[in-house]
Nanobody, 119 residues
Framework: QVQLVESGGGLVQAGGSLRLSCAAS????????MAWYRQAPGKQRELVAF???????NYPNSVKGRFTISRDNAKNTVYLQMNSLKPEDTAVYYC?????????????WGQGTQVTVSS
């Protein structure tokens, strides 16, 4: 069994910063791509950032230049540094990871953490 545990969400004013973290634990053989998604009120879940096992990253235009995803492979942890936050960034943020358990690659999700940006 694998669990992804997130932390770092909270309330911040516009222009502020937050750093989210997500640590994977369990019977992990390896972790491939890790990613962050978010779901704002009344909107569908959207990809925020992803990072490969080798460290390559990608971002949508909505967060590019403001958010940075990183990972610590030794700790099985992915981070999301969020700077210059805007009210429209308010959402529940979820981490996602493709994890090899035994010999099978499976997709796992964190529980979600609330990020609220006040105007």
């Amino acid at each position: 069994q694998v669990q992804l545990v997130e932390s770092g969400g909270g309330l911040v004013q516009a222009g502020g910063s937050l750093r989210l973290s997500c640590a994977a634990s369990g019977s992990i053989r390896s972790i491939n791509t890790m990613a962050w998604y978010r779901q704002a009120p009344g909107k569908q879940r959207e990809l925020v950032a992803f990072i490969t096992s080798g460290g390559s990253t990608n971002y949508p235009n909505s967060v590019k230049g403001r958010f940075t995803i990183s990972r610590d492979n030794a700790k099985n942890t992915v981070y999301l540094q969020m700077n210059s936050l805007k009210p429209e960034d308010t959402a529940v943020y979820y981490c996602n990871a493709e994890i090899v358990i035994y010999s099978t690659l499976r997709d796992y999700w964190g529980q979600g953490t609330q990020v609220t940006v006040s105007s």
